[in-house]
Structure formats: C-alpha cells, structure tokens
C-alpha cells in the first residue's frame, strides 16, 4: 500500500508584494512633497520651535505677505488671491467646523507689523480656532 508523505505547512512570508508596495509609496510621497510646499512666499521669522507631530492632520495656514495681504492654504491647496481678515476668519471658521482637531498656524512675513498678526490671530479665535500656533523658520548655522 501506497502512503503519501503529507506536505508540513511552509511558515515563510513573501515579502516581494510589500516591497513593491513600498516603492509605489515611495514615488508618490517624492511627486507629492514639491507641491505641498506651495504657498505665498513670505520670509519668515527666525526661532526654535517645536514642529507638528507628523501623524497631525496637515495644518490650516493663515499668511500675511509683505505688503500685508492676507491669504489662506488648506493642506495641499493654496490660495493665490489675497483675502480680507474677514474672509480668512470666515472660511477658517468653516473648515474649523467641519475638523475641530485640525492645527491652525499664522506664517507672517518678518516685515509685518506685531499688530497685524495679532489681528489676524483675534479675528480666527474669534472663528472658533481653539489655538493658533505661530511658523518660524529655524536659525541658520554660521
């Protein structure tokens, strides 16, 4: 009489699919990057600070250029036409509705009056934004 040998259960994973699945994220994440970094072009002031945890939601952005032109960035869309204070607590006040736990910051031009940025920040507080936090950008080595 004839046995057959029973096959044992191979217990090794294939690791050829993730792999391919990290290099299509990889090419999407290096496309991606240059176009979230659009915006108003603002220089900003120089300070240590603590950055955004990076498993955040990607933050409302509130700039005052430096002519002192208020505009509006919602995670990878930027708004190229300027704004009045009015119209960016507004629509924040929207979004801020829609995603409460999202992070507010204000990228002002290093130019700008101290009173314009406080403006800026009374008028989205006053849309509802639980905190706002301030961009700088950090000091250069020399």
Request: net charge negative; proline share 9%; glycine share 6%.
């Amino acid at each position: 009489m004839y046995q057959r040998k029973r096959r044992r259960p191979v217990a090794e994973i294939n690791v050829v699919p993730y792999i391919d699945v990290m290099l299509v994220l990889l090419i999407i994440f290096m496309v991606t990057a240059p176009i979230v970094s659009q915006g108003v072009k603002v220089e900003l002031p120089q300070g240590n600070a603590e950055t955004l945890p990076p498993d955040s939601k990607p933050p409302i952005v509130a700039s005052i250029d430096a002519a002192g032109e208020y505009f509006l960035n919602v995670g990878s869309s930027s708004n190229s036409v300027a704004m009045d204070l009015e119209q960016v607590s507004t629509e924040v006040g929207a979004l801020i509705q829609l995603e409460p736990l999202r992070p507010v910051v204000v990228k002002a031009d290093r130019s700008i009056p101290y009173e314009s940025v406080i403006q800026l920040m009374i008028s989205l507080q006053g849309a509802g934004v639980p905190a706002v936090g301030l961009m700088t950008d950090s000091p250069k080595e020399k």
